[in-house]
């Protein structure tokens, strides 16, 4: 048997690109989401086309009584974790008032406290030779965003385990990858809970649009690189934005600050008319 990563979040998106670009370097691939069709579909793509083995198993990650339940399902298969992706993730916009508790709890479990869960489950099988761990976080994750702060402060919550856990384990053999992505065309953005004040001032993006399948390249390599332990920002314009980030942080805060009252205000306005 090869090598085995288990990809959350495998049935669309960045996810799914990279469930096929380790496909491709030979990876067996147990492959995680909700939708169990789209999963068993792909799981046969990656069979057919790269003659490699792949699982589909259908778990809602946001329900944390069933981790441990998806850690014996995967050890019944009768492998072994070598590559965890925690890539499952869903976002929330809007002003705190007006969303719902459960989706909060929704969100935060899934994007944050569900890899913790599934680290710790794995960690037996990651244990050994070239164990890798691989935290996709965000961007958004260094920058304060009203009404968006739930989903970036889970991401900057999993910065930072990332960064932490990449030095804690590092005597365990176990490297630990984190990603930071910008602005992807996935349906991650028609997934995100929106309410409804924020549905009247959705933006577009505010960076170049990238292709997933380019970013999970990207990401496929620095796991197939058994000397890289860091973290990985695609895209050339997003590597530079993200190193500006943390020295520019108060002048971003203020910038931010002022947009979002402008804004705030002409969206009040025109609900008023
Ligand atoms: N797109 C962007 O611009 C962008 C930017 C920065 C970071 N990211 C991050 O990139 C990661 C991948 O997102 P994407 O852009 O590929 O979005 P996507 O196309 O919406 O994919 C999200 C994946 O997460 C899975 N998922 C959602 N809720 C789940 C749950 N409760 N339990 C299990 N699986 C669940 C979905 O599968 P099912 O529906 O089958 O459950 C889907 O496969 C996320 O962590 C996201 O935060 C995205």
């Known amino acids: 048997m090869g090598r085995v990563a288990l990809v959350t979040g495998a049935s669309s998106g960045l996810g799914k690109g990279l469930a096929r670009e380790l496909a491709v370097k030979g990876y067996d691939l147990v492959l995680v989401g909700r939708r169990r069709e789209t999963l068993e579909e792909l799981a046969g793509e990656l069979k057919g086309k790269y003659n490699v083995d792949a699982w589909a198993i259908d778990q809602d990650l946001s329900d944390l009584g069933k981790i441990s339940e998806l ?39 899934l994007n944050y406290i569900a890899p913790i869960l599934l680290i710790k489950g794995f960690l037996g099988d990651l244990a050994g030779e070239r164990g890798c761990v691989v935290n996709v976080t965000s961007l958004a994750a260094h920058i304060p965003v009203p009404w968006f702060g739930i989903y970036t402060s889970t991401k900057a919550a999993l910065a930072n385990i990332t960064d932490a ?3 804690e384990l590092k005597p365990l053999g176990i490297r630990v990858i984190g990603v930071y992505p910008g602005y992807m065309r996935t349906n991650f953005h028609n997934n995100t809970i929106v309410s409804p004040t924020a549905l009247r001032a959705r933006e577009g993006p ?5 292709d997933p399948t380019y970013v999970a390249r990207r990401i496929a390599e620095k796991i197939d690189d058994p000397n890289f332990n860091g973290d990985v920002v695609p895209g050339f314009t997003y590597r530079v934005a993200g190193s500006l980030i943390r020295p520019l942080y108060p002048l971003i805060r203020r910038y931010v600050d002022r ?6 205000r ?8």
């Open 71 to 109: 850690v014996g399902k995967v050890k019944n298969l009768g492998v072994k974790v070598n590559v965890l992706v925690n890539n499952a993730g869903m976002g929330i916009y809007g002003p705190l008032s007006e969303l719902n508790e459960t989706d909060i709890v929704r969100v935060v479990n």
């Open 165 to 167: 856990l990449r030095i």
């Open 206 to 210: 505010m960076g170049p649009v990238m």
């Open 259 to 264: 947009w979002f009252n402008r804004r705030y």
């Open 266 to 273: 002409e969206i009040m306005g025109s609900m008023q008319v």
